[in-house]
């Protein structure tokens, strides 16, 4: 090879070599340049927001850009019966302080203080919404705590934190208000007013000083009992001014039913409710008390669930049937909260046991993925299968088919016809996950509505009931609250997006049509919820 040649081939590497270099320097310098740029343009914005910020304050307007097209401008409020309407006031001239702290309440609600009830909004949206009373003490006493003579029931089924609110709304009475009257306790539910099997027992802060570490009501519950005529009868005699009802929304439309009784007989008395539902499926409120520590119970059950699956061979499979039996709350945060569950079945959404969209073959892929697979299902779940019983309870409620043990048995047939055998392992937990004590997120919220309630009824509200909306405490109208429940869990809402992101089962959400942007869409029949 001649020299020539060989410088020719230098020349050519050194000017490959320089020309990569060159490139490399001239991304580097761009890029470099393109960093400086952003970041002067970011230092430009931020001195801009501060100037506009400033501005906006100096101006007494929040920071943050203006949205156009977003208006509220026609509030209603949801309208609550006040005692003062029709009876005269007997505490006027009395401070609303709290009697045994000797101390004022830092914030006493006004009367047109509220939280509106539709808090979502979007360009071109109503600008007409709702309003519910805020709770909390009023200025204004209604009652003369010196003359109130209560009582406190508790009905339906057992619920986490029923002891709680037995023992704030005592505390309250006593320790808040002083009341020098006398708070019974009736036992036994409605029946308790009248049952002479079951006399009503006395309240006092002495008597709740423990109740809330327990499971379960020191009233004890019952379905059914309600007989109006004996019960205002015993209003009459024990001279009752105030009646705190907690329970469900069969158990608040007692509740009302004893308001309406009292006005048209002329009787000075406030009726309050408590909602308290272990499937969460009263109207409005964000959740019911007790809810939660449910919801952490259930995860006991799920891991044993998980743990029979992952070693019982061949094929093992657990399922957990929780309580549910129009909405499928609890399974559904069950699910969620624990990470492990690959298939949640909830009376909201149709079951499908076989096809594209079956649940048997999703469980046999699952099963043949990782070993092993868990199944959660609620009580109500699968009517379209099983079909709706026609018997009933004290309460009304229709009986549940036995959805798990069907479950149990289909399981077995399908993985019979793949030639297979399956460890089927059925936990119904039941009554175990609602007969615990409240957890502290319960009995934080249930000293909530037991003090507020308390405040309500002093401030003479009636026919009303307390919760949380939107994350504040709120007077309902008994009549508003019930009138939309049991409510359900949206199908086409977040939290089952959430269910099918985490157990990656198929959707068998029916009779929607595509939006534009190509989601489901529909016009639920009843009123439905996404919490």
């Not at 070599?17 to 960093?35: C, D, N, P, Q």
């Not at 399908?414 to 409240?438: L, N, Q, W």
């Not at 007077?475 to 429940?485: G, Q």
Request: aromatic share 8%.
């Amino acid at each position: 090879m001649g020299a020539s040649s060989i410088d020719s081939k230098s020349a050519l590497i050194a000017g490959g070599v320089g020309a990569v270099v060159t490139y490399y320097l001239s991304k580097r310098h761009f890029e470099k340049k393109i960093i400086q740029l952003r970041k002067e343009k970011y230092d430009r914005d931020q001195k801009e927001r501060t100037a506009q910020n400033a501005t906006r304050q100096n101006s007494g307007l929040p920071n943050g850009v203006k949205l156009e097209g977003f208006q509220s401008d026609n509030v209603y409020l949801q309208d609550l019966e006040h005692l003062g309407k029709y009876f005269a006031s007997e505490g006027d001239g009395i401070d609303n302080v709290m009697v045994r702290a000797n101390c004022e309440y830092n914030k006493l609600i006004g009367p047109q203080e509220c939280i509106l009830a539709n808090i979502r909004r979007g360009p071109g949206d109503s600008t007409v919404t709702r309003a519910f009373v805020r709770a909390g003490p009023r200025k204004d006493l209604h009652f003369n705590p010196k003359t109130v003579n209560a009582a406190i029931v508790t009905c339906g089924g057992l619920c986490p934190g029923l002891n709680n609110v037995i023992r704030e709304i005592t505390r309250s009475l006593f320790y808040l208000y002083g009341i020098q009257g006398k708070c019974y306790g009736i036992v036994g539910g409605y029946g308790g007013f009248y049952d002479p099997k079951t006399p009503p027992i006395e309240l006092t802060p002495d008597t709740v000083r423990h109740i809330h570490n327990k499971g379960g009501t020191m009233l004890g519950s019952s379905r059914g009992g309600f007989d109006i005529d004996k019960i205002v009868d015993f209003i009459k005699k024990k001279n009752i001014r105030q009646l705190y009802v907690i329970g469900g929304d069969g158990t608040h439309r007692g509740a009302f039913k004893i308001h309406e009784t009292c006005m048209e007989l002329g009787l000075h008395v406030a009726v309050a409710g408590i909602p308290k539902t272990i499937d969460n499926d009263v109207d409005y409120i964000d959740r019911s008390f007790g809810f939660i520590t449910s919801v952490e119970q259930a995860q006991s059950a799920i891991h044993a669930a998980k743990t029979e699956a992952m070693c019982n061979l061949p094929n093992g499979i657990g399922i957990v049937k929780l309580m549910g039996r129009s909405s499928g709350y609890i399974a559904a945060h069950a699910t969620l909260g624990s990470g492990d569950v690959d298939l949640c079945l909830v009376p909201e959404v149709p079951i499908v046991l076989d096809g594209e969209k079956g649940c048997l073959p999703h469980l046999w892929n699952r099963v043949k993925q990782k070993g092993y697979a868990v199944v959660v299902v609620a009580e109500g779940a699968g009517e379209e299968l099983l079909g709706e019983s026609t018997e009933t309870d004290a309460s009304g409620n229709k009986k549940l088919p036995m959805i798990g043990e069907f479950l149990k048995s289909e399981i077995g047939k399908y993985f019979k016809s793949k030639g297979e055998e399956a460890t089927v392992k059925y936990i119904d937990p039941s009554y175990m996950i609602r007969s615990v004590p409240a957890n502290a997120t319960d009995s934080l919220y249930c000293m909530q509505l037991g003090q507020n309630a308390v405040h309500g009824t002093m401030a003479g509200y009636t026919g009303f009931s307390v919760g949380l909306l939107n994350n504040k405490m709120c007077f309902l109208p008994i009549p508003e609250l019930v009138a939309t429940s049991p409510r359900q869990m949206d199908a086409r809402g977040r939290t089952w997006e959430r269910i099918l992101g985490v157990t990656r089962q198929p959707n068998t959400v029916q009779n929607g049509r595509r939006s534009k942007s190509g989601s489901i869409m529909c016009h639920p029949s009843a009123h439905t919820s996404s919490v």
